[in-house]
């Protein structure tokens, strides 16, 4: 079955760095984007970042650009999202996901998808 699992979550300074994970198994890994998602208390889920490695395009979001990176690591299942530069507003519950029909990041509005697998989420929390 689909399956995602995100780790890396943590207390982190303002100004901090952080390294999430989100480790996929059950499908085809590679074909498919993975897209990192955030939502803080009292806000609606917004999208971070996505990778796709069938055009290796990218996707991130205004706010984290220059500061996130995502990544891929294929003998691992692994997507990364590294963080630096952390700010307040960059606190929440992060989730990676997948869809079938979601193969590439560069299709407009692609973050605004119905994604149909996810993880169950890794906290963050950016406190001085």
């Known amino acids: 079955q689909v399956r995602l699992v995100e780790s890396g979550g943590a207390l982190v300074q303002p100004g901090g760095s952080l390294r999430l994970s989100c480790r996929a198994s059950?499908?085809?890994?590679?074909?498919?984007?993975i897209g990192w998602f955030r939502q803080a208390p009292g806000k609606e889920r917004e999208g971070v970042s996505c990778?796709?490695?069938?055009?290796?395009?990218?996707y991130y979001r205004d706010s984290v650009q220059g500061r996130f990176s995502i990544s891929r690591d294929r003998a691992k299942n692994t997507v990364y999202l590294q963080m630096h530069a952390m700010k307040a507003e960059d606190a929440g519950l992060y989730y990676c996901?997948?869809?079938?029909?979601?193969?590439?990041?560069?299709?407009?509005?692609?973050?605004?998808?119905?994604?149909?697998?996810w993880g169950q989420g890794t906290q963050v929390t950016v406190s001085s």
């Open positions: 059950g499908f085809s890994f590679d074909h498919y984007a």
């Open positions: 996901a997948t869809d079938f029909e979601v193969r590439t990041c560069k299709a407009s509005g692609v973050m605004d998808h119905l994604w149909d697998y």
């Open positions: 990778i796709s490695n069938t055009d290796g395009g990218t």
